[in-house]
């Protein structure tokens, strides 16, 4: 490698330390590691800025400022109150029933929506819902959080991670409903019976508040029911324009940008009402994050370290196979499962042309890989960074470790059953 690229992998490796270790604010972190990697030429502003391959991902920035924003005015209904009061009376009070409710919710959504979306949907009600009944709420918001990644898998719309290699593969809606869904449906069974043993210090019953939370009148909490029913059209119509996106060709960041303005247009809220609403240091640490692992692909880092993998089991399907799925998981942990399948990508579609066999097999390798591996820290997937900016905003601190430590078992559980799945489908 250069001496440019040493020294990008050098700040990056900084910089994550720094993230980790939560010495330093992970914003400001990530904004001096990305001016690091502009001051020594790792990556330029055209690259940096514009580029499709190694620049700021503008999709997912907007797309969470739309979101952010339809989230925010839904918030000012007394929407979340309902279904905080309404899955609470459902479980009874009994925390790991609730949890159950609350990871199944999160999962079947996010196939259908994106999992950032969903977590900016659910996290308002799980906040409501704990305080309510004197739950920890950050076991809930972490499983939560997984569970969309999880859930993510399913689908093409469910994860970006899945739209780009949707993209690069050419494979449609319908092939990730038949060759992942089976097998996610599986993993997000499993993954509630690990959060029964991980999560068990946090299921405290409390029968006085079980009793008060079934004597409450969810439909009460509703304040304002035309802005309600406005705010569900708006989100209704997104979410119809995400799953669409085939035939439509809109982007989800441009349908979500349309929706929020439909929707303070529509409604009574103004508009410093709505940015206020806005985690602008999500969005920010993205940026920043982008930059980062843009010098790094920039510089080749990225690319020789995957080039190197791929070399070494050029020509045997089932060892190409594994070492794809388990690198993609371990990778994506550290560099963010958006960028990282960015890189991979061209890479994955080069090698399929010299393995025999299904070639899809190596796509739903990294999209299993990716989207999974994305679990195994709090900054490996777009839904765990918006989990914890949520957090940090609501008042609850959730460090990098105590969302790790709990992470790495359920992405190693999950990708080991993915061993099986895919010798028995598509290598045997």
């Not at 001051?39 to 499709?52: D, I, M, R, Y």
């Not at 279904?83 to 079947?108: D, N």
């Amino acid at each position: 490698m250069t001496m440019t690229a040493w020294v990008a992998a050098i700040v990056f490796a900084a910089t994550y330390v720094l993230i980790a270790s939560e010495k330093v604010h992970r914003v400001k972190a990530a904004l001096g590691g990305a001016a690091i990697m502009l001051l020594v030429h790792a990556t330029a502003a055209g690259s940096a800025f514009f580029s499709q391959e190694s620049g700021v991902d503008w999709n997912v920035v907007f797309l969470l400022l739309g979101m952010m924003i339809i989230v925010g005015v839904l918030r000012q209904t007394g929407v979340f109150e309902y279904l905080a009061i309404w899955a609470a009376k459902r479980a009874r009070g009994r925390p790991f029933r609730l949890m159950v409710l609350l990871l199944v919710i999160t999962a079947a959504a996010s196939a259908l929506l994106d999992n950032v979306t969903t977590v900016l949907l659910i996290a308002p009600v799980t906040f409501l819902v704990c305080e309510r009944l004197a739950l920890p709420v950050a076991p809930f918001l972490i499983a939560e959080a997984m569970a969309s990644n999880i859930g993510g898998t399913a689908t093409l719309v469910g994860d970006p991670p899945n739209i780009i290699i949707a993209s690069r593969a050419g494979l449609t809606f319908n092939d990730f409903l038949v060759h992942l869904t089976p097998l996610v449906i599986v993993l997000t069974a499993v993954f509630i019976g690990l959060c029964r043993l991980l999560f068990r210090k946090a299921f405290r019953y409390d029968p006085e508040r079980a009793a008060e939370i079934m004597q409450l009148d969810e439909r009460a909490a509703i304040e304002d029911k035309v802005m309600l029913v406005q705010s569900l059209s708006v989100l209704g119509v997104v979410i119809a324009a995400f799953v669409l996106h085939p035939v439509l060709h809109y982007e989800p960041s441009v349908v979500a940008l349309l929706g929020a303005g439909l929707l303070v247009l529509v409604t009574k809220i103004t508009t410093d009402d709505a940015l206020r609403e806005v985690e602008w240091p999500t969005l920010v640490f993205f940026a920043g994050l982008f930059v980062m692992v843009g010098a790094l692909v920039e510089t080749g880092v990225i690319a020789q370290v995957s080039q190197a993998a791929a070399e070494a089991t050029a020509g045997r399907p089932g060892v190409t196979t594994m070492v794809l799925l388990w690198a993609s998981a371990g990778l994506s942990a550290i560099v963010d499962n958006i960028p990282y399948v960015a890189t991979m990508s061209p890479i994955v579609a080069d090698l399929a042309q010299h393995v025999p066999g299904d070639h899809n097999v190596l796509w739903w390798a990294l999209a299993l890989g990716a989207d999974l591996g994305g679990n195994a820290t709090a900054v490996g997937a777009s839904a765990n960074v918006v989990i914890l900016g949520i957090a940090e905003r609501n008042g609850t601190r959730i460090s990098f470790w105590q969302f790790t430590k709990y992470g790495l078992v359920v992405t190693v559980v999950t990708v080991a059953l993915c061993v099986p799945y895919l010798w028995l489908r598509y290598l045997l």
